[in-house]
């Protein structure tokens, strides 16, 4: 993320009341969960949806270089997501965790001026093919190990992938990891302006951005589900804030409003987009924002856990309808 606009209100509204569960997934000492263990379940109307903590933690170390990760049947370690290889490094896991969920896995590249850049794309197909939810997060960093920004949205998007991996969905779910966020947007605008050019953008339902989900310091809850009013995004953010409420996640949204994050890519084609994201605005914004210190060492698993279920949960309202 970065820069801001004026604080917008969100809008409160009703959201349908469908949930999620998963299997049950004990992670004890990070360990990788059986290939039974990963699959979410649909049991009923009044169930929530399981984000495991120790999931959040062990990916999170392997994307942002805390932990070895293994791309291409080497062991690896992603130190940073700034340079070109660092990034291609990243794709490579975003590709073997999505596949070992079953999605498929496509990449994007573009030219942007003097830029290439690549979006990670994967997908799991609805019975409705032509809807699609869009859940994004930007997987560059600015050179530094990232781990908040943003790699906590990249895996919170993985995390709520792998609870709906086997969920019977009505519209599809696709998750895009956009690249160069940091250079200014180039991934989401690059890849909103393909969706418009081929007319897939009218498949697009809508945005769920989740720009950083793991800093709160204070562990007062807060949370931003930022739309400014454009287009009909503050419905979709009462839907992210009725989950909260619903799943009883002690969560407080806060108002707050801009256009520097890659949800913004996609008002200018009228489709409801928000970003989901720690409280940046609310006064307890990460010190280590966009400096070498941001590393998983600070940061709130069970916050993270919290935010991507009420993410998720709005998530499973809008996909299994």
């Not at 070992?100 to 990670?120: K, M």
Request: glycine share 10%; hydrophobic share 45%.
């Amino acid at each position: 993320m970065t820069s801001t606009r004026d604080p917008s209100r969100v809008v409160a509204g009703i959201c349908a009341a469908f949930a999620l569960a998963t299997a049950s997934c004990a992670v004890e000492d990070l360990r990788e969960p059986a290939a039974d263990e990963i699959h979410g379940s649909l049991v009923g109307a009044d169930t929530v949806m399981t984000i495991e903590p120790e999931f959040l933690e062990a990916r999170l170390r392997e994307l942002s270089g805390a932990a070895t990760a293994t791309v291409g049947g080497r062991a690896v370690v992603i130190r940073e997501r700034g340079s070109a290889a660092g990034r291609a490094l990243a794709r490579g896991w975003l590709r073997e965790q999505y596949e070992a969920l079953g999605f498929t896995v496509e990449e994007h590249a573009y030219d942007s001026g003097f830029q290439r850049g690549v979006n990670v794309v994967a997908e799991k197909a609805g019975a409705d093919p032509s809807r699609v939810l869009i859940v994004s997060a930007h997987y560059d960093s600015v050179s530094n190990a990232g781990a908040d920004d943003d790699g906590s949205g990249v895996v919170s998007a993985l995390a709520i992938a792998r609870a709906l991996a086997a969920a019977p969905l009505q519209i599809g779910l696709r998750v895009v990891a956009f690249d160069q966020e940091e250079s200014g947007l180039l991934g989401s605008n690059a890849y909103a302006r393909m969706l418009d050019r081929t007319g897939q953008m009218e498949q697009v339902v809508g945005v769920l951005d989740l720009e950083m989900t793991a800093y709160d310091a204070n562990n007062d809850g807060r949370y931003h589900v930022i739309h400014c009013d454009e287009n009909t995004s503050a419905e979709l953010a009462a839907r992210v804030e009725a989950a909260a409420v619903r799943g009883d996640l002690g969560l407080n949204r806060v108002d707050a409003c801009t256009d520097r994050s890659d949800h913004a890519a996609f008002w200018r084609y009228g489709k409801p987009a928000v970003a989901v994201s720690q409280a940046f605005f609310g006064g307890d914004g990460n010190p280590c924002y966009h400096a070498r210190c941001d590393t998983v060492d600070r940061l709130n698993w069970d916050y993270m856990r919290r935010l991507t279920q009420a993410a998720g949960l709005a998530a499973a309202d809008i996909l299994l309808e």
